[in-house]
């Protein structure tokens, strides 16, 4: 999205603290007539993300989640033409620059993921950058890796839905791609064709959606799981470890998971 200007950095940013308010559905869905009508004067080619390319090193691509404050908390970076959340690989971007953003209720906003030492928006224009430098199997190893910090998702939407809420505005996305789509989906974000609408109500059930987490899944499934079973799974996340020391057992062990999800694998017993 070029209009969100210079790229975010890993290291950018100062600590964020969400309010206690509770947003009521006050908005009506948005329509994308409503919308279209409302951002007629700006042509949606200008949000996509101008993908510039830049070196990518595997150890800052395959970089676990730091711990601790550094890895759950939210930071926040302000620019004059934007707000920008972030939390562990993720980041959601409001823009602030134009009659979109300042008078109507629908400033433009997108969420990122962190891509080396940057944060970008384009699932299609990541796949390229990492393919281009790398092959299928860092690729797979990078997106595994963002799809188990799922949290820091939560974090920053429910961080941008709560600054929504004080401005009493809804956020629009342009959506380019399938996997956009699926993904906000899974978040529970509500998308039609080319929008994905984000509403200040929403950040009561992103923080739900905190407390729901692989770690009680694990705990569930480990005290009916046969001991073949449990063998089994911790001898593939010893492994994963071996493959990536940078990871605890914790990290290793929720990638596993999300592996074994994949594969419709995880919780079916006698199949390890």
């Known amino acids: 999205m070029d209009r969100f200007g210079k790229a975010i950095e890993v290291g950018d940013g100062s600590s964020a603290k969400r309010s206690k308010e509770i947003f009521q559905q006050s908005f009506k869905e948005a329509k994308s007539d409503e919308v279209v009508a409302l951002h007629k004067k700006h042509d949606q080619d200008r949000w996509k993300e101008q993908n510039k390319k830049h070196i990518l090193y595997k150890p800052h691509l395959l970089e676990p989640v730091p711990e601790g404050r550094d890895g759950h908390s939210v930071f926040m970076v302000k620019h004059s033409e934007r707000i920008t959340f972030k939390c562990g690989l993720w980041a959601v971007v409001l823009t602030l620059s134009d009659e979109a953003g300042k008078r109507f209720k629908h400033p433009v906003w997108t969420l990122a993921v962190r891509v080396g030492r940057q944060f970008k928006c384009s699932p299609s224009g990541i796949r390229k950058q990492i393919l281009d430098q790398f092959d299928e199997k860092t ?55 080319h929008y994905a609408f984000l509403y200040p109500h929403y950040k009561t059930m992103l923080e739900e959606k905190l407390l729901k987490d692989n770690r009680s899944e694990f705990e569930e499934w480990i005290e009916t ?48």
Request: aromatic letters at 8%; glycine letters at 10%; hydrophobic letters at 35%.
């Open 139 to 193: 690729y797979f190893q990078w997106r595994q890796l963002v799809m188990t910090n799922k949290e820091g998702a939560y974090e920053t939407l429910a961080s941008a839905c709560d600054w929504l809420g004080q401005k009493k505005k809804v956020g629009l996305n342009y959506i380019s791609g399938g996997s956009s789509v699926r993904l906000l989906r899974e978040l529970g974000i509500l998308c039609e064709t």
């Open 225 to 272: 799981a046969s001991r073949q079973d449990a063998d089994q799974f911790f001898e593939m996340v010893a492994n994963l470890k071996k493959q990536n020391p940078k990871l605890n057992d914790q990290q290793a062990r929720d990638q596993m998971i999300e592996l074994l999800h994949g594969m419709s694998r995880f919780g079916q017993h006698g199949q390890g």
